[in-house]
């Protein structure tokens, strides 16, 4: 990332959304064998939300955008770009973000999604950023959006425990002032991991439709323990990175926005970065992981509860299937 730029892209609107829906622990204790307990101590989830049956992640993507245009102080017209992080587009294609432009009645400027899991939003961002700095757009809207509920597979315990649905969105703008905004990203894949975390459907393409359902090849599959470890590693060290990149030291930062996945991993996060749990922003004891979505919504929700103040410096650090994992640091305007 270029520091040579008089230019910035700032953060200047933030939005979210999630389904009114509510699933408890106690509701999943119906359906599997598990209990609050168990969900509680292992990954700090009490409930998450659940989208309707004819609500897309389009329609949640668009209300979460819809609140950040307005957050922004801009009109739909006013956005040159749109990208969207998610990996339940409401179809194979046209692009989530086509249907969000119609949704919200933006002008004919380029928009399409990109697939990194529960990486996707910072992996948008930087790309929306880069594409300012490179093009010159002035505003672009950058939505992280899922309805995991429908690649979850509610008859395994082992997973179905773990997601919720809903969106969150920023609106980035180019600014003519240098070190403002985004100050620093980094972002990277492990293809080698790709089997521990995936929707395998399409590459069994020989198998027949019926077993691909008898198998749930076409919902989430996962290696829990896998996925944990390398989480942790792969999480702290991006953090660890990161500020070492930015030349910025753990003590300014002032919040921690890290996805949203399972409370140990972020405890681990915490004790690795020497910076305490009061300056995390924490949420998914509410929502669960909601993947793309999951920074974008916490960062919200911290902007309306006051967390966040102009100046303040904040990391955002994911990691998801693929393997994929970024970072980002920002310096609120
Ligand atoms: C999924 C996760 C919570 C499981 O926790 P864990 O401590 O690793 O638990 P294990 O997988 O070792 O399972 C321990 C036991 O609990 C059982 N178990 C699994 N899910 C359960 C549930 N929902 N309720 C009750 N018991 C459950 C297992 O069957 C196992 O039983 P066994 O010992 O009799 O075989 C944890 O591995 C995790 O969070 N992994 C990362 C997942 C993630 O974040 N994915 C998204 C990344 S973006």
């Given at each position: 990332m270029s520091q040579a730029s008089e230019k910035s892209v700032i953060i200047s609107g933030v939005g979210s959304y999630t389904p009114s829906k509510i699933l408890t622990n106690d509701d999943l204790s119906k359906i599997v064998e598990t209990s609050d307990e168990w969900i509680r101590t292992r990954t700090g989830i009490r409930e998450r939300r659940i989208a309707g049956e004819n609500e897309t992640t389009s329609d949640m993507a668009s209300a979460a955008a819809s609140e950040a245009i307005k957050n922004a102080g801009?009109?739909?017209?006013?956005?040159?770009l749109i990208i969207v992080g998610t990996?339940?587009?409401?179809?194979?294609?046209?692009?989530t973000a086509c249907f969000i432009q119609r949704k919200l009645g933006i002008g004919k400027v380029p928009a399409f999604d990109v697939e990194a899991a529960c990486s996707g939003f910072l992996y948008t961002v930087e790309i929306a950023r880069s594409l300012m700095l490179t093009s010159g757009y002035k505003h672009a809207l950058v939505i992280g959006a899922e309805k995991l509920s429908k690649i979850?597979?509610?008859?395994d315990r082992t997973t179905c425990v773990l997601f919720g649905d809903g969106a969150g969105a920023v609106v980035l703008s180019l600014v003519d002032e240098p070190r403002v905004g985004i100050l620093q990203s980094l972002m990277g894949a492990d293809g080698?991991?790709?089997?521990?975390?995936?929707?395998?459907e399409n590459e069994q393409?020989?198998?027949?439709a019926v077993e691909k359902i008898e198998r749930a090849l076409h919902k989430i599959h996962m290696q829990g323990n896998q996925v944990f470890k390398i989480a942790v590693r792969v999480m702290c060290q991006s953090a660890v990175d990161i500020l070492e990149k930015a030349n910025i030291s753990a003590e300014d930062i002032s919040l921690v926005i890290p996805h949203q996945a399972n409370n140990r991993i972020i405890e681990a996060l915490s004790q690795r970065l020497g910076i305490g749990m009061d300056r995390f922003k924490i949420n998914l004891d509410r929502y669960g992981n909601t993947s793309a979505a999951s920074i974008p919504i916490a960062l919200d929700e911290a902007y309306r509860n006051g967390r966040i103040k102009s100046g303040d410096t904040i990391l955002m650090v994911a990691f998801g299937g693929g393997l994929t994992w970024a970072a980002m640091v920002i310096k609120w305007q």
């Open positions: 801009l009109k739909p017209s006013d956005i040159e990996v339940t587009p409401d179809m194979r294609f046209p692009n979850t597979n509610w008859e080698n991991e790709s089997d521990i975390l995936c929707v395998p393409s020989g198998t027949a």
